[in-house]
């Protein structure tokens, strides 16, 4: 195992001599252009809703999550600015969030939410920064969500109310009980509180502990009983990030307990989730016990996947599954959030700008240094710049068949969508791919020792 992984960081380090060699200027204008959109988006936020958590692009209206600001947006999209080398918007928003941003407030949120974006966003920015007033934000928001994890089980509720603890939700998923590793983890590291990375490691380990004889989690878990509710198994929304953290946490927190569960889940996923009856790889739908098919049902969440592959060694099934991505994509010019694979045709057909495609694209490019992928992430940055691009920013779209926008511009297209767009056609230095691990909001987090 050890000898197989210098071989990986070797081969790493040559492709990544090779891609930087290979920065072009055409490269180099489509980043260009990538940094513009994200200012056109960044100055109507700044317009239209500065203070506030998001824009509603359409209307022009600013939006909060809870009825008071918790800066989303700034938070979200601070490093993807100090990436993008725009210092004075970066400047704007780090006074914006170290002079407004408070989480002693009478107000309930969701944990996963605000751990992803906001302790995420925090503690990638101090990385970045060095201001420890980051940190402390970070530290502050996460001390608040500890109550989370007061269930029987260990397994954390959905909601918390900011200033008295009280929880509620017992009704929980496993992205949502799972995503805290990489956060929280961090987290410790840095303070040298181990209470954060106690919690979320033990809410993982008693989901993990209750898989099916097959291997599988389903969907939904009453975490007061520890009783599956909902048992259809897939890699989709509510499970997604899951699967994405028990690795992203081997790596990056060298856990191997973590790396175990990865692996024999990725064994199960691989056995009875993956599909290839259409001759394409995709993943569906199937019950968690009997691993028997309910639907054949991918989307825009579930195509985080290749880049999950990519990072736990297997390139090739990547590259098979980013192609059927693609093929998603091309069907109506920009990808649909559910999707028949074997009727090719949308099930949903809101987008709502989402980046797991531009991702996997991005992770494909740097393990592989093909230039394919890079021309998929022409092809989505066209796509989405035709039919979402709007007179103040950029608007999800309710119908990729009919190309009808909604009023939604979500936190995550600037730290997310932008930045993996940003990065694979920005120099390779810009951030050195091999010296981070991203949490699934896109934060990236130093390799710390």
Same mark, same amino acid.
């Given at each position: 195992m050890r000898r197989s992984l210098i071989l990986i960081i070797f081969s790493f380090s040559l492709i990544m001599t090779t891609?930087?060699?290979?920065?072009?200027?055409?490269?180099?204008?489509?980043?260009?252009?990538?940094?513009?959109?994200?200012?056109?988006?960044?100055?109507a936020y700044r317009q239209y809703a500065w203070g506030h958590d998001a824009?509603?692009?359409?209307?022009?209206?600013?939006?909060?999550? &809870?009825?008071?600001?918790?800066?989303?947006?700034?938070?979200?999209?601070?490093?993807?600015?100090?990436?993008?080398?725009?210092?004075?918007?970066?400047?704007?928003?780090?006074?914006?969030?170290?002079?407004?941003?408070?989480?002693?407030?009478?107000?309930?949120v969701q944990g996963f939410e605000v751990t992803i974006r906001l302790v995420g966003g925090l503690l990638s920015a101090?990385?970045?920064?060095?201001?420890?007033r980051f940190l402390a934000l970070a530290t502050d928001l996460a001390r608040r969500l500890l109550p989370l994890y007061s269930s029987p089980t260990g397994m954390p509720y959905r909601f918390v109310n900011l200033r008295t603890g009280a929880v509620r939700d017992s009704i929980n998923n496993p992205a949502e009980i799972g995503t805290s590793l990489l956060e929280f983890g961090?987290?410790?590291?840095?303070?040298?509180?181990?209470?954060?990375?106690?919690?979320?490691k033990r809410a993982v380990t008693e989901l993990f502990r209750r898989r099916s004889s097959i291997g599988l989690v389903g969907t939904t878990i009453d975490v007061t009983t520890g009783q599956w509710v909902d048992r259809s198994s897939h890699i989709g929304g509510?499970?997604?990030? &899951? &699967?994405?953290?028990?690795?992203?946490?081997?790596?990056?927190?060298?856990?191997?307990?973590?790396?175990?569960?990865?692996?024999?889940?990725?064994?199960?996923?691989?056995?009875?989730?993956?599909?290839?009856?259409? =001759?394409?790889?995709?993943? =569906?739908?199937?019950?968690?016990?009997?691993?028997?098919r309910l639907r054949t049902v991918f989307g825009s969440l579930e195509a985080f996947f290749p880049a999950v592959l990519c990072l736990g060694g297997d390139?090739?099934?990547?590259?098979?599954?980013?192609?059927?991505?693609?093929?998603?994509?091309?069907?109506?010019?920009?990808?649909?959030e559910e999707f028949d694979y074997t009727r090719m045709t949308a099930l949903s057909p809101q987008?709502?700008?989402?980046?797991?495609?531009?991702?996997?694209? &991005?992770?494909?490019?740097?393990?592989? =240094?093909?230039e394919r992928y890079r021309d998929m992430g022409r092809i989505f940055f066209d796509g989405i710049r035709r039919y979402c691009r709007?007179?103040?920013?950029?608007?999800?779209?309710?119908?990729?068949?009919?190309?009808?926008?909604?009023?939604?511009?979500?936190?995550?297209?600037?730290?997310?969508?932008?930045?993996?767009?940003?990065?694979?056609?920005?120099?390779?230095?810009?951030?050195?791919?091999?010296?981070?691990?991203?949490?699934?909001?896109?934060?990236?987090f130093r390799r710390t020792p």
């Open positions: 891609a930087l060699s290979r920065q072009s200027s055409a490269d180099t204008q489509t980043a260009d252009s990538i940094r513009t959109e994200f200012l056109h988006a960044w100055n824009l509603d692009p359409l209307t022009r209206h600013p939006r909060d999550w &809870y009825g008071a600001s918790l800066c989303m947006t700034p938070v979200d999209a601070f490093d993807t600015m100090v990436l993008m080398g725009l210092t004075r918007e970066a400047a704007e928003a780090k006074q914006l969030i170290v002079d407004s941003l408070s989480f002693d407030r009478d107000m309930e101090y990385q970045l920064d060095g201001d420890r961090l987290l410790s590291r840095l303070t040298g509180d181990s209470a954060y990375a106690q919690r979320a509510m499970i997604d990030s &899951y &699967y994405e953290y028990l690795l992203k946490a081997a790596i990056l927190l060298k856990d191997e307990e973590c790396r175990h569960m990865w692996e024999q889940s990725n064994a199960a996923i691989e056995r009875y989730v993956a599909d290839t009856s259409t =001759g394409s790889l995709w993943y =569906g739908v199937v019950d968690m016990e009997s691993g028997n390139t090739a099934r990547a590259a098979q599954l980013e192609s059927s991505c693609l093929r998603m994509w091309n069907v109506y010019g920009i990808e649909p987008y709502y700008l989402r980046p797991e495609i531009i991702e996997s694209a &991005y992770y494909l490019f740097r393990f592989t =240094g093909d709007t007179g103040a920013g950029y608007a999800m779209l309710k119908s990729v068949i009919t190309k009808e926008q909604g009023d939604r511009m979500e936190s995550f297209f600037f730290a997310e969508t932008l930045k993996y767009l940003y990065l694979l056609f920005a120099d390779p230095q810009t951030l050195p791919f091999d010296q981070v691990v991203f949490n699934t909001e896109a934060h990236p």
